[in-house]
Nanobody, 123 residues
Framework: VQLQASGGGLVQAGGSLRLSCAAS????????MGWFRQAPGKEREFVAAITWGGGSTRYADSVKGRFIISRGNTKNTAYLQMNSLKPEDTAVYYC?????????????????WGQGTQVTVSS
């Protein structure tokens, strides 16, 4: 499975961005997808995840109420709508997929990773 993340960019505080993650190649019958981020000098951290069917989601406390994760109709695409962005949201954002329907919040639980897309929020 190959994951391609896109949609990053530079935005002012309070603005919005929408990240996309498209899966291609060998596809499994079902897999959950997630987003992680890594700021300079910090460890990679969980942001959000969604089950195969999209019926269950998980969010980090730091983004709850501001970010929304969703899946496309064909299930091979995941989105992260980011609203009310803050300077502390600045990071490289990675999408990930795991060969299981349910979600987990640890990076070790994901089998495939995209290349990352830079999000920069200016104050």
């Amino acid at each position: 499975v190959q994951l391609q993340a896109s949609g990053g960019g530079l935005v002012q505080a309070g603005g919005s961005l929408r990240l996309s993650c498209a899966a291609s190649g060998r596809t499994f019958s079902s897999y959950a997808m997630g987003w992680f981020r890594q700021a300079p000098g910090k460890e990679r951290e969980f942001v959000a995840a969604i089950t195969w069917g999209g019926g269950s989601t998980r969010y980090a406390d730091s983004v709850k109420g501001r970010f929304i994760i969703s899946r496309g109709n064909t299930k091979n695409t995941a989105y992260l709508q980011m609203n009310s962005l803050k300077p502390e949201d600045t990071a490289v954002y990675y999408c990930a997929a795991r060969t299981s329907r349910n979600v987990v919040t640890t990076s070790a639980g994901y089998d495939y990773w995209g290349q990352g897309t830079q999000v920069t929020v200016s104050s």
